[in-house]
């Protein structure tokens, strides 16, 4: 039989356990690095994506962010897009301490060339690391010939393969009772709907993460568990809403931010909601 669930599940302080710390190991060189991907799809124009490397030698460290150029003359500067310091979800081990076989990488955004496009991607390492050259198979558009290309890219991180499908979680999202305007310095609080697309009754077996992000030309996240224990035995079709809560630093003033869900970052095809259903909510 099926749990009956009234009203609004509440929010709780919950995190996921934070990252071992280990003493840092000799730095990555690039002879040690084997490519495994480069990914990016367009963007408005621009490109975004990732490259993703694999340590083929001994446990090394990869604190920072790449110096990335091409194998062309024309200027490439510091994009305006702004990553996150850090991924908001722990990885399974330290940037500090790479085990063999373990993949990393960084995600690029990249705008503006002209001209014919590059062959390579030059991938430059943090404390002498050396180059790690990138096949750069195309480019993103030609918006403005008196401008230099700009490519924005994050600190390295930990990248995991794709979750089994056994981890997908059968859920459609969406959003309630939003607000469209908040205070820097105070808590966002809004509502969260699950609802049960599968064909058959679900019942969380462990409690899943979460990320809550505030975007604009950089991206703020919240990183919880779900309170997942009151919601019970969901049938198919049924909703579950729970009740969210998220810090607004006051770097966040002055402008209005779009608000993501992701439930469950680690597993198959995390669920969030559909595009264009993320409210915007103006921070003064």
Same mark, same amino acid.
């Given at each position: 039989?099926? =749990?009956? #669930?009234?009203?609004?599940?509440?929010?709780?302080? =919950?995190?996921?356990?934070?990252?071992?710390?280990?003493?840092?190991?000799?730095?990555?060189?690039?002879?040690?690095?084997?490519?495994?991907?480069? /990914? @990016?799809? +367009? =963007?408005?124009?621009?490109?975004? +994506?990732?490259?993703?490397?694999?340590?083929?030698? =001994?446990p090394c460290s990869l604190v920072g962010r790449p110096q990335v150029t091409f194998d062309s003359p024309q200027i @490439?500067?510091?994009?305006?897009?702004?990553? *996150?310091?850090?991924?908001?979800?722990?990885p399974s081990f330290s940037m500090r301490a790479i085990p063999t076989g373990a993949r990393v990488g960084f995600d690029l955004w990249w705008s503006n060339w002209c001209?014919?496009?590059?062959?390579?991607?030059? #991938?430059?390492?943090?404390?002498?690391?050396?180059? @790690?050259?990138?096949?750069?198979? +195309?480019?993103?558009?030609?918006?403005?010939?008196?401008?230099?290309s700009s490519i924005s890219v994050s600190t390295f991180r930990q990248m995991t393969p794709q979750a089994a499908l056994s981890t997908h979680l059968p859920f459609a999202i969406g959003f309630r009772q939003a607000p469209v305007a908040v205070r820097a310095g105070s808590?966002?609080?809004? &509502?969260?709907?699950?609802?049960?697309?599968?064909?058959?009754?679900?019942?969380?077996?462990?409690? *899943?993460?979460? @990320? /809550?992000?505030?975007? /604009?030309?950089?991206?703020?996240? &919240?990183?919880? #568990?779900?309170?997942?224990?009151?919601a019970g035995a969901i049938a198919p079709g049924g909703t579950r809403v729970f009740a969210m809560q998220m810090r607004v630093p006051a770097r966040a003033a002055g402008r209005e931010w779009a608000l993501f869900f992701e439930l469950g970052p680690h597993t198959y095809e995390p669920d969030q909601a559909p595009p264009g259903a993320n409210p915007m909510v103006a921070v003064s």
């Open positions: 039989m099926l =749990a009956a #669930v009234v009203g609004v599940i509440p929010w709780v302080p =919950a995190a996921p356990p934070p990252t071992p710390h280990p003493p840092p190991a000799r730095p990555c060189r690039a002879a040690e690095l084997r490519i495994v991907s480069y /990914e @990016v799809q +367009g =963007a408005t124009g621009s490109l975004a +994506g990732g490259v993703v490397l694999r340590n083929a030698g =001994a @490439v500067t510091e994009g305006s897009f702004r990553w *996150p310091d850090s991924d908001p979800v722990p001209g014919l496009p590059p062959a390579t991607m030059l #991938v430059g390492l943090p404390h002498g690391g050396g180059v @790690v050259r990138v096949e750069a198979g +195309g480019a993103p558009r030609c918006d403005s010939t008196f401008d230099a808590v966002l609080r809004y &509502e969260v709907t699950l609802r049960n697309t599968g064909a058959k009754p679900f019942r969380f077996g462990s409690c *899943p993460a979460y @990320v /809550e992000s505030l975007v /604009e030309t950089t991206i703020i996240d &919240e990183l919880h #568990v779900l309170n997942c224990r009151p």
